[in-house]
């Protein structure tokens, strides 16, 4: 069975590897635990170390075949070194296989040294501005690659990014993909046993059916965006729920870790980054959510914000100096306030009037919220968008008349109706007409007998 002793040697193609003994558990071969299988940590003669990730027999499927053979296309880009790896099949690695069935369809890749996000929430380990910038950065740069190939990694999470060189310079570090067996593309087939919606990074729209499209990453990424974004305030870090930021029962509902991490990200990059977090939150689709590359653009934008920010701290002539159109982008101007109560209430009864179809009154409520915000604030935003879908939808209503086709078909009816009914009546007037005449004949004729 697997695993061996750790004495045991493995024949993988032209090397031999050993198994790494646990750094805390004695005697025990040195592995992670996934949901679809372990990891567990190689080293060849050469002290190379390497990864072995052997499936539960539920996913120990020949399709992983075609999944690396897509892989190895897109494998030197940043954040998918996983990608390189290697399945082990009855064609080339039989021997092995004889000996250690649990193996069918490893997958052999490198050996990642690393820290998830999950364990650095956990951890509540503050990150500087530039680091977490660097890490959203670094991110979204690798999502944005799969996005455009048209492929999802769908089932991202903190548990499944490893932050590599966490303690070094903002420069040295990056972002790792890992347990990427499920990915989306159009090439694959559906996987049986897609991941299960209770997590932190799954709107409640997909808790039940999930998801698997090319869409799948845009809401779990946005969340893991906005996370990297804001740990470096201390206040984010002690409101984080446990290994994710929100609570999953409290997904795209009004919560004080919302208010929080919205006002954080309007405070440290500027409102462009704050604006597309109020719209993951309110999204109904994935189709609805930023794509990453609305994420890279607003970073950029917040690169800008952040250094404009620290040029104004070191040098606070330097406000006074500036021309008035470029102070508008100071945080405090800008700075997100939560919704009172009242506004908590207006803007659901205008929601709820979209939903039945009132789109007038939705419109005008829509239109008294947005006049309690500053224009370019995430909140005026978002109603902002929020008023320009219910436009639409009013414009097809009044500018979209029936066909013409149709009016002379409804015409020609009713004119066929009316002639009917018309028919009807004159019928009814010769009948009665022709009775009372045949009894005047008949009196006459009456009449007429009597004298004679």
Known sequence: MFPPELTTELHIRSQVYRLVPHPQFEGMPYGQEGRE???YKLVNNAGESSALKVFRPAFRKPSVMKLTELMADMKDHSGLRVWSRTILNPLEDMELLGQYPELLYSAHMPWIEGKTWSEFMLDREVTTPEKSLKLASVLVSTMAVLEQAGIAHADLSAANLLIVNANQESEDMSVELVDVEGMYAKQLEEPDNLPEGATGYTPPFLKEYGDWSPQSDRFAGGILLAEMLAWSSTDICKCAWGDSYFDPQEMQQPSERYTLLQATLE??????VAALLSRLWSAEQLQQCPTFGEWQ??????????EQAAKVVSDPDTELQQPEEETVNLPSEYAVDALTSAQENQLARARQLERQGNLTSAFWEYGKLIEQFKERTPFHIEIGIAMEQVQEGIDQTVFNPEPKQ???????AQLLHQNKQSSYERLWIYVIGGSVGALVFAFIIYVIGLFK
């Open 406 to 412: 149709t009016l002379v078909k409804k015409g020609w």
């Open 297 to 306: 653009i607003a970073l950029a934008s917040a690169k800008q914000f952040v």
């Open 37 to 39: 299988g372990t990891v």
């Open 267 to 272: 405070r440290q990059y500027g409102p462009e």
